[in-house]
């Protein structure tokens, strides 16, 4: 097993004072569970039993990554095959000087069709001769030049999904190739499989990474066959729960409903995967793609970008680098924004969530239930509320407490996280709002915590 970082020992020692020192007043409704492992000596409430976190801090991986959903590009819903080593390193040059690297997309990863079609004659996989001329290694050292990683696929089988060399009994060579050449993270599919279990493909090449010496984020792509939920935790740093997703409505609201389904198993080393984000790439309006954007980081599912970054719209770059939305997902130790001045003292709204704790549908209604809530708790007794349209038409949404986890008496901020702006600083029983066709409005609810004194 690889070490545990430095780094982490650090960021956990560091959530412990952060999470610890916090103290507001909200009421949250009575829970069964345990209280969440992450939270340490018991200084919060228990989570309300909506959001069932008993499979929690599960994973036995322990090398150290993963604290939060990982976040970058790959290049398959894009580019597909159509890539080369130059593709590459103007992308790594275009996270940089949009802004998107700083934003914590930080892995660049290279998915199928970057080999040869079959190994060398000492049994290795060669990189395509015409697509990456310089070898992986040059390109490694580029990425890393950038302050960026690297990351590459294979698959738990014969062949990749493009027929190019797998990795199934060749793991343990793979892996040492892969640490050599500067890899930082490995995509691992699940084509030609030999019908095999995956449950005994996958950990063999969990062991090979780990041999290496090296820390490389293993993402394992079973597409939820198996569901993977159920056992990879000990196995990988995320685990795919649906096949691949397509660049349409229809393909993304079917994906993060079956994503929804695995709540329970996600925590900080490990999460479920609904697959990489098609923001950008033309098939969803504007409204679809900012609801995209909000249920994956609502449910703490890998940020990965998939289209090209080179030539993004205004509209694109809005939806990707919205810092409050990303907070949801991921750990920022400072502050985005000052809470507003007002009468009362607010818990932090903008901080980000260094809890976990993967959000859910948690109620429905209207025509086949497309006006919908979905929530999940954050750190500081803040919850996120992200309200989703899926009618064909605008309608008004509400939210009550009960759904959210909150008792109906608690008062709250309202932040928008898309209008940057709150919206409500004391809102009580249910909150609502206008929700177009398609869209979905995104908010981070916060406690009041107590009068601030007229002395």
């Not at 801090?57 to 993963?66: E, K």
């Not at 098939?283 to 994956?296: L, Q």
Request: glycine share 8%; proline share 5%.
């Amino acid at each position: 097993m690889a070490k545990i970082s430095g780094k982490h020992v650090l960021l956990t020692a560091i959530l412990y004072v952060y999470i610890t020192a916090v103290a507001v007043t909200a009421r949250l409704l009575p829970s069964e569970l345990p209280l969440h492992p992450y939270l340490i000596n018991g200084q919060h409430k228990p989570i309300s039993k909506i959001y069932d976190t008993s499979k929690y801090g599960i994973l036995q991986l322990g090398n150290g990554l993963a604290n939060t959903p990982q976040m970058g590009w790959n290049s398959w819903n894009y580019f597909r095959c159509d890539f080369d080593e130059k593709v590459i390193k103007e992308t790594v040059d275009a996270l940089v000087t949009t802004g998107l690297a700083k934003l914590g997309y930080n892995y660049v990863n290279i998915d199928d069709c970057w080999a040869e079609p079959t190994r060398n004659s000492e049994g290795k996989i060669v990189p395509d001769s015409k697509s990456f001329p310089s070898g992986v290694k040059d390109l490694a050292d580029y990425i890393h030049s950038k302050g960026l990683k690297l990351g590459i696929y294979s698959d738990a089988g014969l062949y990749t999904c493009q027929i190019r060399p797998g990795s199934l009994k060749h793991e343990y060579d793979d892996a040492a190739l892969f640490a050599s050449w500067g890899v930082d993270y490995l995509k691992y599919d699940n084509c030609f499989n030999l019908g095999i279990e995956p449950e005994e493909r996958y950990p063999p090449m969990r062991d090979a990474l780990n041999a290496t010496g090296r820390t490389i984020f293993y993402s394992l792509c079973e597409w939820g066959v198996n569901n993977p939920a159920l056992w990879a935790s000990k196995i990988g740093n995320s685990w795919r729960t649906t096949d691949d997703i397509e660049d349409s409505w229809e393909s993304m609201t079917t994906i993060a409903d079956i994503n929804n389904k695995w709540a329970a198993y996600a925590g900080p080393g490990g999460w479920n995967d609904p697959d990489m984000l098609e923001v950008g790439n033309g098939g969803m309006t504007f409204e679809e793609y900012r609801g995209h954007f909000s249920i994956w980081a609502l449910m703490k599912a890998p940020l990965i970008i998939g289209c090209d970054v080179r030539n993004m719209t205004a509209e694109t770059y809005d939806i990707l680098t919205n810092e409050e939305v990303i907070s949801v997902n991921q750990v920022f130790l400072n502050d985005l924004l000052t809470p507003p001045s007002s009468s009362v003292i607010f818990a932090n709204e903008i901080s980000s969530d260094p809890l976990g704790v993967q959000g859910k549908k948690v109620d429905s209604y209207g025509p086949d239930g497309c006006y919908q809530i979905w929530a999940g708790p954050l750190s500081e007794q803040r919850f996120v509320l992200a309200l989703w349209n899926r009618c064909s038409k605008p309608s008004t949404i509400t939210a009550n407490w009960g759904a959210i986890g909150l008792e109906s008496s608690t008062t709250v901020s309202v932040r928008d996280l898309w209008k940057h702006k709150y919206v409500s600083l004391n809102s009580a029983t249910s909150f609502s709002a206008h929700v177009d066709a398609h869209a979905c409005e995104m908010y981070i609810l916060a406690p009041v915590a107590a009068a601030r004194s007229a002395s």
